[in-house]
């Protein structure tokens, strides 16, 4: 059983917000639009009786709180203990929790019958038991036993229930069993669901209590039964031995003074004696708890002494040690790690080792019983080739309250993009390789660029950097895909998870010629398949900006001139070509780079990013008005 989907209205900053979950869910995207907020209502629903209060101050409008979570992955296991919640049949089951004027609810949809429905709204035992037998008597067809308690009663329509599945309606029921304030709490028999958040601290995690993660450790790791057992008979053999010193010490003393009161009293009345006892405490049985320190060297420190990140790692390194060491009696309990901000207080070697970990906990995982779950704005916890993992969450203001939405992509939605522009086994081979290192930075920006060639981002950022722009910090990365099919890839990706896209690319109008000419001295007269070769590559590269554009949504010319639009930015040949033409100081600039040893020959990013930063004379207009057109796209956040 797992968690497949949550829907939260009016929880802090979210106003309605419905976001769906896979075995790894990474929630990425500006400083506060509500990822926290998104685990921090998952953390109240499940964990709100142990400490995770709510106020008015939480509510964000209307005054009603909902966090209704659906389940799937339902095993026989799951079924048994949800009961009436989760029939056979049912694929998924439905809990939510709701807060208005400071109540608490918990409601689940279930199978039940009507009239049992109206039984089960007496709180009271004797009203409960009371409608009932009016219902018994009042419709004798039910055959409905006599119940003299009121689990007796409750059974008995739960026992009538099962057998009568065809008269059973869908209900929203309320129970507080879900969560433990009376009974048995099913919920946490199923799910454990740990929060970590951005500023807890390890020393808060350390003690052997029962909701910290030293305490989940212990329950799920440490046998304390058998040791209880001979506690428990230490313990009794001592209390045996105080009660015999007692009737040694005091026993003599007591009789004493039992008699003298006992006469003392006949003076008064008759039949009557006083019995003078020692009274011996039964001990409590002593439970063993336990406590973590760390040991530097010669010296040996609580974990409060340590370092932020240090509690970080530890408080990482408990929770890594929970999912991999569960006993075998939790098997069918499902961990759910939420965090908050992993990659906080690590170096980049440890947040990439932290990443990797998280994503072998899921993959390894006995039974699929572990999911993962975090809010982050590094990179490196993001999966590239588990893009559907990922959930892009934005605001977009309106007449009211901000509305926050939320992206997602699927492979799907990729090729319903791209269809009849690439082939679908193209684009899984691509998202799962060729991409899979390059995009990761790219979800976190603002607006990104897209670019074939590993000069273009030199010259890009170069323009912006003569004309006092940064495009870091305006939110635009520019990322090289290589080739026209990654940059329509790349494109409906980014798309879909909500991150505006501008295209730039080659027309590569004198791409065949080039090819001639590169083997001229190696083969003096061309073979006729070396020339059908070149005939057929131009035929394709045609194809693929016919392609392309009409992606972009402007007319598939197979051989584009130069141009900037809003949404792409194309050179004629080349971008090298284009500058020879009309920008020859740059050129010159880039070979005196090279002769000074401070550049690179060929196509180099940090050499071109020089040229176009320090060249003579001011780029041409097609680089200004594709600076400006990549500008235009961040005003649209």
């Known amino acids: 059983m797992k968690i497949k989907r949550v829907r939260i209205e009016n929880f802090c900053c979210l106003h309605k917000v419905d976001v769906s979950f896979e075995d790894i869910t990474s929630f990425i995207g500006p400083t506060g639009v509500g990822k926290s907020t998104v685990l921090r209502a998952l953390d109240w629903f499940f964990n709100g009786e142990k400490g995770v209060a709510l106020s008015d101050d939480d509510i964000h409008e209307g005054g009603r709180i909902s966090v209704e979570v659906e389940f799937d992955g339902l095993t026989d ?6 009961g009436r919640y989760a029939p056979d049949g049912v694929a998924s089951v439905s809990i939510w929790r709701t807060w208005q004027n400071g109540e608490d609810k918990i409601t689940g949809k279930a199978l039940a019958y009507g009239p049992f429905e109206e039984v089960r709204k007496n709180e009271k035992a004797m009203e409960l038991r009371r409608a009932y037998d009016q219902l018994r008597e009042s419709d004798t067809s039910l055959g409905l036993s006599t119940a003299g308690t009121k689990d007796k009663v409750l059974e008995a329509m739960r026992t009538w229930e099962l057998a009568n599945r065809d008269r059973l309606t869908e209900a929203e029921v309320e129970d507080t069993h879900f ?29 052997d209590q029962k909701a910290t993660a030293l305490g989940r450790i212990l329950d799920h790791a440490v046998d304390r039964s058998q040791a209880n057992e001979q506690l428990g008979e230490i313990e ?12 040694k010490v005091y026993g003599p003393v007591l009789d004493e003074v039992s008699a003298a009161l006992s006469a003392e009293v006949a003076k008064f009345t008759t ?54 060491r569960r006993r075998s009696a939790d098997g069918m309990r499902t961990l759910c790690l939420a965090i908050e901000e992993p990659e906080l207080f690590q170096h980049p070697p440890q947040a990439r080792t932290f990443a990797k970990a998280l994503r072998e906990l899921v993959a390894t995982s006995p039974q699929a019983r572990t999911q993962v779950m975090y809010a982050t704005h590094n990179p490196v916890f993001i999966d590239p080739k588990g893009y559907h993992q990922i959930r892009r969450l934005g605001r ?11 992206w997602q992509a699927t492979e799907e939605d990729l090729c319903g993009a791209l269809d009849g522009l690439v082939d679908k086994k193209v684009i899984r081979s691509r998202t799962e390789g060729t991409l899979s290192g390059a995009l990761a930075e790219g979800f976190f920006a603002h607006a990104v660029v897209l670019v074939e060639g590993r000069g273009d981002e030199g010259v890009i950022t170069g323009c912006a950097d003569r004309s006092g722009i940064n495009l870091g910090a305006e939110g635009i990365s520019v990322i090289e895909v290589h080739g026209k099919d990654n940059l329509m890839i790349s494109d409906a990706l980014f798309s879909a998870l909500g991150v505006p896209c501008y295209v730039v690319f080659d027309g590569d109008a004198g791409m065949e010629e080039r090819k001639r000419e590169s083997v001229q001295h190696l083969i003096p007269q061309q073979p006729q398949d070396k020339e059908q070769e070149f005939e057929r590559q131009a035929r394709n590269n045609r194809t693929k900006n016919a392609n392309l554009l009409r992606y972009l949504g402007a007319t598939p ?21 284009h500058l020879n033409e009309h920008w020859p100081t740059w050129e010159e600039r880039r070979r005196e780079l090279v002769r000074a040893g401070e550049g690179v020959d060929g196509k180099n990013a940090a050499t071109y990013l020089e040229a176009t930063r320090t060249a003579a004379t001011e780029p041409p207009f097609l680089l200004h008005a594709l600076l400006e057109n990549v500008r235009s796209l961040t005003g649209r956040r």
């Open 271 to 324: 039949g009557r004696e006083v019995v003078v006892t020692p009274t011996v405490q039964a001990p409590r049985p002593a439970r063993t708890t336990f406590q973590v320190s760390i040991r530097d060297g010669a010296a040996h420190t609580s974990v409060h002494r340590q370092g932020h990140g240090f509690q970080r790692a530890l408080i990482i390194a408990a929770l890594k040690y929970l999912a991999d």
């Open 77 to 82: 296991h799951d079924r048994q203990n949800l």
């Open 396 to 406: 977009a203001a309106g007449e009211g309250h901000p509305v926050t939405e939320v």
């Open 557 to 577: 010319d197979p051989q584009p001139a130069d141009g900037s639009t809003g949404r792409y930015t194309v050179f004629e040949d080349t971008l090298e070509t």
């Open 236 to 247: 009794e053999n001592a209390h045996l031995a105080r009660q015999e010193v007692h009737s």
């Open 179 to 207: 969560f433990g304030f009376a009974g048995q709490s099913r919920l946490a028999q199923l799910i454990d669901f740990v929060f970590v958040s951005a500023d807890l601290r390890a020393y808060e995690e350390a003690d």
